[in-house]
């Protein structure tokens, strides 16, 4: 009896797998997509050294030039043979849909998305060529698509305006990898730790005011990871620790509180709840912003804490810094939940279905 025929698929990525969403939608997918029978090829356009290029001002030329190299390969990639495509994000940074709309006469797509990218956004490093962004092409790349994959039911919303074909899928982690350690870590003064990006250090700064008011009553260290430059704040002993991959679940790891600061906006409501979910699985109190999916994603009082208001911020850290059986015991059941909703395990089967329905309509292009 002869073996199902295995399924090759085009993974065509906008990063490596420096990039979270890479690593957390796509890569961690590919055991289970392998067993089902799907062999992905990945392919990011920006390799390392053009993503970390990416968050530094300047260096237009540079950037020019790595990225042609790398849209001159992303071109060969596209000449091989595929059963079907996936697209994280999109195809190409610049321009309309031209490779989705080559693919689509060609093989199925599936389309994932995990941030409103519909959305004009562009990080302060590439202000200057923000005008060759078109985030307007998502709509038809969703219409384009066999199958949508949106990170939270916002995108999903969005998604079902131009798709019938919708599945909203979590950001999630492999649980047994994102664990709390053997042993906890032992501080003089709490850790409250920040674990974000360059685009995201501005929501952090906006707490200076709760932290210097804290600092003034209780002991504690604010831990920094993933800001370009040194945060400071008056007032508060401020650790910036660099932020590589290798340390990535260390980092979290060594911080007995986490904070994940949102503003209320469109673009923050496309957000996933990742740095939630991180601190969480492995068992870190978090205190965040009630913005979008984070309602979903915590259960206030139980599973972690919600601050609106910097009255509400200082009142909730002020608790965890002061009980320790409180960070232990809302820790734990953020853990519980994570394994619950958001683990690799939960998510695992619904990825290999979209797949799978994908995978059926494969003879429609042949």
């Known amino acids: 009896m002869t073996e199902p025929r295995r399924a090759r698929v085009l993974a065509l990525l906008p990063f490596s797998e420096e990039g979270a969403s890479v690593r957390f939608r796509v890569s961690q997918f590919l055991p289970a997509l392998s067993a089902a029978g799907f062999d992905l090829d990945l392919h990011p356009l920006f390799d390392t050294a053009l993503f970390r290029m990416l968050y530094r001002p300047g260096h237009m030329p540079e950037k020019a030039t790595a990225l042609l190299s790398r849209t001159l390969d992303r071109v060969k990639a596209l000449r091989d043979q595929y059963d079907m495509v996936l697209i994280h994000r999109e195809a190409y940074p610049i321009g309309p849909p031209l490779i989705e709309r080559w693919l689509a006469k060609r093989v199925p797509i599936i389309y994932d998305f995990d941030d409103a990218v519909y959305l004009p956004n562009t990080s302060d490093a590439n202000k200057m060529i923000g005008f060759l962004k078109r985030p307007d092409k998502i709509a038809e790349v969703i219409r384009l698509s066999t199958e949508v994959i949106a990170g939270n039911a916002h995108?999903?919303?969005?998604?079902?305006?131009?798709?019938?074909?919708?599945?909203?899928?979590?950001?999630?982690?492999?649980?047994?990898?994102?664990?709390?350690?053997?042993?906890?870590?032992?501080?003089?003064?709490?850790?409250?730790g920040w674990i974000g990006t360059p685009t995201t250090t501005p929501y952090l700064e906006g707490l200076h005011d709760v932290f210097s008011a804290l600092a003034k009553e209780h002991d504690f260290v604010l831990r920094v990871s993933g800001s370009v430059s040194p945060v400071a704040m008056r007032g508060v002993r401020v650790e910036n620790e660099p932020w590589t991959l290798e340390r990535e679940i260390g980092l979290f790891n060594t911080c007995d509180i986490g904070v994940y600061p949102l503003p209320n906006d469109e673009w923050t409501l496309g957000k996933c709840g990742f740095k939630a979910i991180q601190f969480m699985a492995c068992g870190v109190p978090v205190v965040a912003s009630p913005v979008g999916v984070n309602n979903q994603i915590i259960d206030h009082g139980v599973s972690g804490l919600l601050a609106n208001t910097e009255a509400e911020w200082r009142e909730h850290l002020r608790r965890l810094i002061t009980d320790a059986a409180a960070r232990q015991r809302i820790g734990a059941a953020g853990r519980s939940r994570i394994e619950a909703h958001y683990s690799l395990r939960a998510n695992a089967p619904a990825v290999v279905s979209v797949f799978e329905r994908a995978a059926r309509k494969v003879h429609a292009h042949a």
Request: glycine fraction near 2%.
């Open 155 to 192: 995108l999903g919303n969005y998604a079902r305006r131009h798709s019938a074909h919708v599945s909203v899928i979590p950001t999630c982690v492999d649980t047994d990898v994102w664990a709390p350690p053997a042993a906890a870590p032992v501080h003089s003064a709490p850790v409250i």
